[in-house]
């Protein structure tokens, strides 16, 4: 992160996104640009509309570059869609930092399996993926263990690489002092379903506890989107296809223990991450439930308090470690 902060330290930068400027990482990253450069001009849109968005960059990008006198671009979330623009962001030697948050090629490959990896489709943009990170002079990724990937994965210089770790909107997840319904010890999982997180191992740890009356689980989105969703129906779960940020905060608030993941054991990718919704756990004091990984193992340690690892891939790891939990709930050691 060093490298980074000195090349913007007290400079003109200018900020490029195409994701909403709302997303809490282009948030975070404008204010650690504020932190240390003289000034800032930001380019994006906090419209809805992918087209306004990424309509709204190229345009931003080329009237800033050809009429500013800025000494840096940083382009945020996923700026493999600007490349053809980065002639023009390197010219008067500027600095180009990007955010590389994600790998198309492995995205689209190994995490969705949209392609083969041997496919044309998948080596195109695996040599897009390669030639933005070779034309940045520095790069951000979201821990060590998924930098180290792209470096060794595109023979990328390590020394170009950052890491800056996601963090919550403490503005609106913090505790509240809420509680659990009387009597019954809860256990909350949120996400996207996306093949990573592993939500299928979460689901049949939810069945394998249907027969402990004192353990509810609320599950909160698209679950409906799994293979089979219709048949999702658990009687010891509430489930949420959608809940607002607020509405979120509070089931979390209610929550004995939070899981986090992420569970799949057969994406790699799932190995590297660290879960957004590990940062929003933690900001509100909650006992997380992680898949043990090197990514998590890099900021939170066994030795903290409420952080509890099982392998991943495993429901009955899962199953196993909540029992401890509600066990030790019973004899007053978790809270």
Same mark, same amino acid.
């Given at each position: 992160?060093?490298?980074?902060?000195?090349s913007i330290?007290?400079?003109?930068?200018?900020?490029i996104?195409?994701?909403e400027?709302?997303?809490?990482?282009?948030?975070?990253?404008?204010?650690?640009?504020?932190? /240390?450069?003289?000034n800032?001009?930001?380019?994006?849109?906090?419209?809805?509309?992918?087209?306004?968005?990424?309509?709204?960059a190229?345009?931003?990008s080329?009237?800033?570059?050809?009429?500013?006198?800025?000494?840096?671009?940083f382009?945020?979330?996923? %700026?493999?869609l600007m490349?053809?623009?980065?002639w023009?962001?390197r010219?008067?030697?500027?600095?180009?930092?990007?955010?590389f948050?994600i790998?198309?090629?492995?995205?689209?490959?190994f995490?969705?399996?949209?392609?083969?990896?041997d496919s044309?489709s998948?080596k195109?943009?695996?040599?897009?993926?390669?030639k933005?990170?070779?034309?940045a002079?520095?790069?951000?990724?979201?821990? /060590?263990?998924?930098?180290?990937?792209?470096?060794?994965?595109?023979?990328?210089?390590?020394?170009?690489?950052?890491?800056?770790?996601?963090?919550?909107?403490?503005?609106?997840?913090?505790?509240?002092?809420?509680?659990? %319904?009387?009597?019954?010890?809860?256990v909350l999982?949120?996400?996207s379903?996306?093949?990573?997180?592993g939500?299928?191992?979460?689901l049949e740890?939810a069945?394998?506890l249907?027969g402990?009356?004192?353990? /509810?689980?609320?599950?909160?989105? %698209?679950l409906?989107?799994?293979?089979?969703?219709?048949?999702?129906a658990l009687?010891?779960?509430?489930?949420?296809?959608?809940?607002?940020?607020?509405?979120?905060?509070?089931?979390?608030d209610?929550?004995?223990?939070?899981?986090?993941? /992420?569970?799949?054991d057969?994406?790699?990718?799932a190995?590297?991450?660290?879960a957004g919704?590990?940062?929003?756990?933690?900001?509100m004091?909650?006992?997380?439930?992680l898949?043990?990984n090197?990514?998590?193992?890099?900021?939170?340690?066994?030795?903290?308090?409420?952080?509890?690892?099982? %392998?991943?891939?495993?429901?009955?790891?899962?199953?196993?470690?909540?029992?401890?939990?509600v066990?030790?709930?019973?004899?007053?050691?978790?809270?």
């Amino acid at each position: 992160m060093n490298r980074l902060v000195d090349s913007i330290e007290g400079k003109n930068v200018l900020f490029i996104t195409t994701k909403e400027l709302s997303y809490l990482r282009n948030v975070q990253e404008v204010e650690l640009i504020k932190q /240390h450069a003289k000034n800032i001009t930001v380019v994006g849109s906090f419209s809805g509309n992918y087209l306004v968005r990424v309509l709204k960059a190229y345009w931003g990008s080329i009237k800033h570059c050809i009429t500013g006198s800025h000494q840096v671009i940083f382009v945020g979330f996923s %700026p493999q869609l600007m490349r053809p623009l980065f002639w023009l962001y390197r010219r008067r030697r500027r600095i180009l930092a990007i955010d590389f948050f994600i790998s198309l090629y492995d995205t689209f490959a190994f995490d969705r399996k949209r392609f083969k990896p041997d496919s044309i489709s998948a080596k195109l943009l695996k040599r897009l993926d390669r030639k933005t990170l070779e034309k940045a002079d520095i790069f951000l990724a979201d821990t /060590h263990t998924h930098k180290d990937y792209f470096v060794s994965e595109f023979q990328i210089d390590a020394e170009k690489g950052c890491v800056l770790y996601l963090r919550a909107d403490t503005s609106i997840y913090y505790p509240r002092g809420l509680e659990s %319904p009387t009597g019954q010890f809860t256990v909350l999982y949120f996400g996207s379903v996306l093949p990573l997180q592993g939500v299928e191992f979460v689901l049949e740890a939810a069945r394998l506890l249907e027969g402990h009356s004192a353990i /509810h689980f609320v599950l909160i989105g %698209p679950l409906g989107k799994l293979k089979g969703g219709q048949d999702l129906a658990l009687p010891n779960a509430t489930m949420y296809s959608w809940l607002s940020q607020e509405e979120l905060a509070q089931q979390i608030d209610r929550a004995n223990v939070c899981l986090a993941g /992420h569970f799949q054991d057969q994406i790699e990718k799932a190995k590297r991450t660290i879960a957004g919704k590990t940062y929003i756990y933690r900001a509100m004091n909650k006992p997380v439930i992680l898949g043990d990984n090197r990514a998590n193992r890099e900021l939170f340690s066994e030795e903290d308090r409420d952080i509890y690892y099982v %392998p991943m891939g495993s429901a009955q790891a899962i199953v196993d470690k909540i029992l401890e939990l509600v066990q030790g709930s019973l004899s007053g050691e978790v809270e």
